[in-house]
């Protein structure tokens, strides 16, 4: 059974730092993994996207990378910014298409 | 940017009271799915729907839940006798194809059983 987890769970920065998030997920059998952003209360944004045949995806000041055999991916966030503050989810995808999530890491940049 | 879109919002409801969620998937988007996140938990997959019917379920999706695409435009996920466990946020997403594109997820409806 696929188990996706997140470290860490809860990040606090000052602006302008890089940072990276983890996700690591047990069963290599995958065929897409998202990264996705959550602001309290609200929806799930698609961040990036990653094929199972691709290595990284990079989005503006986001940069995610695929590690399959090891069964890891990144997050990595650039210059960080308050406005980036929210609780980005790491979900692997299926050959069935359902998503399977981790629990979530909670990011806070201070200003 | 097209949106899928999510009504209620928030629903209040009884123990024992049947509700019926309500989502309008991306038009052109082909696979439908219904997630639900209990507080402070995990996003967790109910449901998959493609070509009118069911393609995978969870074990959290017993004879109480039942979906439809009534219209060609509406999606919805029944509850027919909530408990309070089904406190949730659930959450319908749709996508072009199965695993080659992402999902776009709606906003949630917020369900709260008393």
């Known amino acids: 059974k696929q188990e996706v987890t997140q470290i860490p769970a809860a990040l606090s920065v000052p602006e302008g730092e890089n940072l990276v998030l983890n996700c690591s997920f047990t069963?290599?059998?995958?065929?897409?993994l998202q990264w996705f952003r959550q602001d309290p209360g609200k929806g799930l944004t698609s961040l990036l996207l990653?094929?199972?045949?691709?290595r990284e995806q990079t989005s503006g000041r986001l940069n995610a990378s695929l590690d399959k055999s090891s069964g890891r991916s990144t997050l990595y966030i650039a210059a960080s910014q308050p406005g980036d503050s929210a609780t980005y989810l790491c979900?692997?995808?299926?050959?069935?298409?359902?998503?399977?999530f981790g629990q979530g890491t909670t990011l806070q940049v201070k200003p | 940017e097209p949106e899928v879109t999510q009504t209620p919002s928030h629903q209040v409801t009884q123990m024992g009271q049947e509700v019926i969620l309500r989502c309008v998937p991306i038009s052109n988007h082909l696979y439908f799915y219904w997630y639900r996140q209990i507080l402070g938990q995990k996003v967790e997959f109910l449901v998959s729907f493609y070509n009118n019917e069911i393609s995978e379920k969870s074990e959290i999706f017993d004879d109480q839940f039942s979906v439809e695409r009534p219209d060609g435009s509406n999606f919805t996920l029944k509850i027919r006798s909530t408990k309070l466990e089904d406190s949730a946020m659930y959450f319908c997403a749709s996508s072009v194809h199965r695993t080659n594109y992402g999902y776009t997820f709606g906003s949630g409806t917020r369900l709260t059983v008393v």
């Open positions: 069963d290599s059998a995958i065929y897409n």
């Open positions: 990653i094929q199972s045949s691709q």
């Open positions: 979900a692997v995808s299926s050959n069935t298409g359902k998503l399977i």
